[in-house]
């Protein structure tokens, strides 16, 4: 069983190690929205915290979840887009602004499907270690630990990319110039020395975690923290850091073939997301340029096609809006 039992709601396929597909079904032939949103939702709290407070999983504690809701909004980017997508929705047109887009969700999509089908733990929460000016404290995604997809017995520091776009295409397109951006030598060395700072400033101590059911959890995280501390504090080789690391690229988008079926399991609906997916990946590779001198990187594709990418911000937008 997952950590937040999303695959009770959200389908995936593995067509090949490096590609995964989610997806949300239909119940008397209308989509999930609701059930979904409620699905993302339960992951704000440990998106927000995670182990920095001493909290991992805790979705039931309300005062928590106020204090993880309006900690959202004090970030930017999430309380300009709600202005956007709520305030603002008579005038909507989709945003397309880099900056924006961190506030439509994606990354707290991200962080559930690295939590529940890729059994990670993450290592630290830019929302718990935002700056003074409400902007997160690194420019990845995620920053999580775990399991190789090569070797299970091995862990992996996963540093994540998401998007959220009307058009598949164009939403991995974004995905493939992040890593143009995001896998240079200068941007690395700093992106890890601020992720180190963090990380080594901002946990509970052992004897300071309170949750005996989680502790021995916690016990074995912080040695898994140590032991990616040492590799990313500038003395060893980002040549050696990156063969260990996998990038998990996560793009949400309106599907087309969600319009027409309203039934996850037929025939017809598989082979429609199939032909989809298919060419979304061929573009996504075509566009994929990885930057010199690195000549290779673990990267997976993750796709969540759902019917309308508006409705879902919008809708996540208003849920968390209420819990504040």
Known sequence: MSVFNSEKI???????????????????NKFMRDELVEQIL???VDFSYGFHTGILENKYNRKILKE?????????SFQKSKIKYIDEEDEFTDIEDKYLKRGEFGELILHLLLRDFH???????KIYFKDSRGHAVHGFDAVHIAPD???????????????????????????????NEHFQKDYLRD??????????AGFYTL????????????EKFLLQKEEWLAKIDGKEKLQAILSSVTVPMLCTYTSDTFSKFNDETSKDFLDALESEVKEIEEYFYKHLN??????????????FPVPSKKELVQHLHIEVSKLQ
């Open 10 to 28: 959200i389908n995936v396929q593995s067509p090949h190690d490096k590609l995964k597909i989610y997806y949300a079904g239909f119940d008397f």
């Open 119 to 125: 059994n990670s733990l993450p290592l630290l929460s």
């Open 68 to 76: 993880a809701a309006r900690s959202l909004y004090k970030i930017d």
């Open 290 to 303: 990885i930057p010199s001198p690195i000549t290779d990187l673990n990267i997976i594709l993750l796709l």
């Open 149 to 179: 997809i090569v070797d299970n017995t091995k862990f992996s520091l996963w540093l994540g990319e998401s998007k959220l776009y009307t058009n598949g295409k164009s939403g991995v397109k974004e995905l493939t110039k992040d890593i």
């Open 191 to 200: 992106e890890f020395t601020l992720i180190s700072k963090t990380i080594d």
């Open 42 to 44: 339960d992951v704000l």
């Open 207 to 218: 004897e300071q975690f309170k949750d005996l059911n989680k502790k021995q959890e916690y």
